[in-house]
């Protein structure tokens, strides 16, 4: 089995490709598209994203968590997942209609008609990609995200230069999941089984129903704007703060999407192993807090000049929430691998409880604020982000045993790194902004100047961090030093 270290490469390989290709098509996208178009593509979304976080119910964590996988459990959770998903996929495609009646927009019925095929593929896709992540095995997943990605990139600015507007965009997602279906159908990875049986689905779905939930709710934090605010206000505020949101979502997610698929795997060996959970969760959040919390403050700084660069100016008002949801996003990280954490330890149900509780704020957190404007809902996300930040703490402290005072103590040096990191880039961009070399040159500045910074803060700080960077660097000498040995070599056989 791949080491944790080649699991986290390979898997922030795959992701990675993923999220710089999906920035490319947004920078695309965006100039292509107007606020009004994106918006209703947004809507239609969200609504199908919430439904595809039932289409496995849990089926790919129980296959990861379970001490022992038989052809018999992969045919369960097989038969379990072509029941919920294709069963989801025909409801997507009967109510297509009637929800674009509700919001009043005809186009809807044929996106969500577009996006249910990929609930009809999902079971062979994600039955195989759970096989190859409970042996951390994600080389091969690099591969099928790479190939899916590209195709699905290569469709959707295709189309919207032939005049499919919104369209393309549904269209280049059914692109992927046609391509990873076949790609994994090849692959066939070890212990996959094709046809189904449904015996036994019971007990996977009484762990799939609880996490399921849980997911269900986790994404309706991301996607209750979308839908809500689509319903009190214009496809234009929809489009505009899912933009913001978006480019938060991309800065936090372009490092956390390396390390969420391997956490699960990690801390279940770490369970059956009998070591202690609290140390290797409460190091593994402080490792992510390194490096996500930094980036999260100086994108609350940079916000404009960057959105203003990726998306053009006609998104300049998606800059002021951009910037709030970035401390929301910080917030949400103390806490990132709570979830895996909870379903390591059998804990689902309080798993789901603890997030229904928090949705349920956020719910009406947003129908009371966005009559204020856009930037009350992000400062409404930023409050609840931060009493859910302390409920998660007391739940963790409850049924993982958690220590709430060493676990906060060892995020002190994170807090001092990011607070050097903000100061430098904010006195940066002050000085630079008002400039000849104007917000942009600010930008540049700032991001050239701000790893440095960074690498440094970890020694001075002496954050747990520091060690990873001096892994590289010898890594680095190592690569530098067998590339002199070869090439030495080489000049010895031509003279030869």
Not at 181 to 189: A, C, E, G, N, T
Not at 252 to 278: F, H, N
Not at 285 to 298: D, K, Y
Not at 344 to 373: D, W
């Amino acid at each position: 089995m791949p080491s944790v270290r080649q699991a986290i490469v390979y898997s922030s390989a795959a992701r990675y490709v993923m999220s710089f290709l999906g920035l490319a098509s947004s920078m695309l996208v965006s100039r292509l598209l107007t606020p009004d178009e994106i918006g209703t593509f947004a809507i239609a979304s969200a609504i199908v994203m919430i439904m595809s976080e039932f289409r496995m119910l849990g089926a790919g964590g129980y296959l990861v968590r379970e001490e022992k996988v038989t052809k018999e459990k992969v045919r369960s959770a097989l038969g379990l997942t072509i029941l919920v998903s294709w069963g989801f996929g025909i409801v997507i495609l009967v109510s297509a209609w009637p929800i674009s009646i509700l919001y009043e927009l005809p186009s809807l019925a044929l996106i969500f008609s577009i996006l249910s095929l990929s609930f009809f593929l999902a079971p062979y896709i994600s039955i195989p990609a759970s096989l190859l992540s409970r042996k951390m095995n994600f080389r091969v997943q690099f591969k099928i995200r790479f190939y899916a990605s590209l195709v699905g990139f290569s469709t959707t600015i295709g189309l919207i230069v032939m005049g499919a507007s919104y369209y393309a965009l549904a269209l280049g997602q059914t692109a992927v999941a046609i391509v990873s279906f076949v790609m994994y159908s090849k692959i066939r990875p070890q212990g996959m089984v094709w046809l189904p049986h449904f015996k036994g689905i019971s007990k996977v779905a009484s762990f799939g129903a609880y996490t399921s939930l849980a997911s269900l709710f986790r994404k309706l934090t991301v996607t209750m704007p979308d839908m809500i605010i689509g319903k009190m206000g214009t496809t234009a505020q929809v489009g505009m703060f899912s933009r913001g949101l978006g480019f938060i979502q991309f800065v936090s997610q372009t490092i956390i999407m390396g390390m969420k698929p391997v956490s699960l795997p990690y801390l279940s060996d770490v369970k059956r192993a009998g070591g202690d959970l609290s140390f290797a969760y409460t190091r593994a959040s402080v490792m992510a807090g390194g490096l996500i919390w930094p980036v999260l403050a100086v994108a609350s700084i940079v916000s404009l000049p960057a959105i203003r660069m990726f998306f053009g100016d006609q998104w300049d008002a998606a800059a002021p929430p951009a910037s709030m949801l970035a401390y929301w996003a910080m917030l949400r990280v103390v806490h990132l691998f709570a979830g895996e954490l909870l379903t390591a330890i059998h804990k689902e149900k309080i798993l789901a409880l603890k997030e229904g509780v928090v949705v349920f704020l956020y719910f009406g957190g947003i129908i009371l604020s966005f009559p204020r404007g856009l930037l009350a809902v992000a400062v409404m996300f930023v409050l609840v982000a931060f009493a859910d930040l302390l409920f998660t703490t007391a739940v963790l402290v409850r049924y993982a045993q958690i220590k709430s005072v060493s676990f906060f103590s060892a995020w002190i040096r994170t807090a001092i790194l990011t607070i050097l990191c903000w100061s430098v880039a904010q006195l940066i961009y002050m000085v630079v902004s008002s400039s000849s070399m104007g917000m942009f040159g600010a930008l540049i500045t700032v991001a050239a100047v701000l790893p440095l910074i960074w690498v440094s803060g970890l020694f001075l700080v002496g954050h747990s961090l520091r060690f990873e960077i001096i892994n590289l660097y010898d890594l680095a000498k190592k690569i530098s030093a067998l590339s002199s040995l070869l090439m030495s070599r080489h000049v010895v056989l031509v003279v030869n």
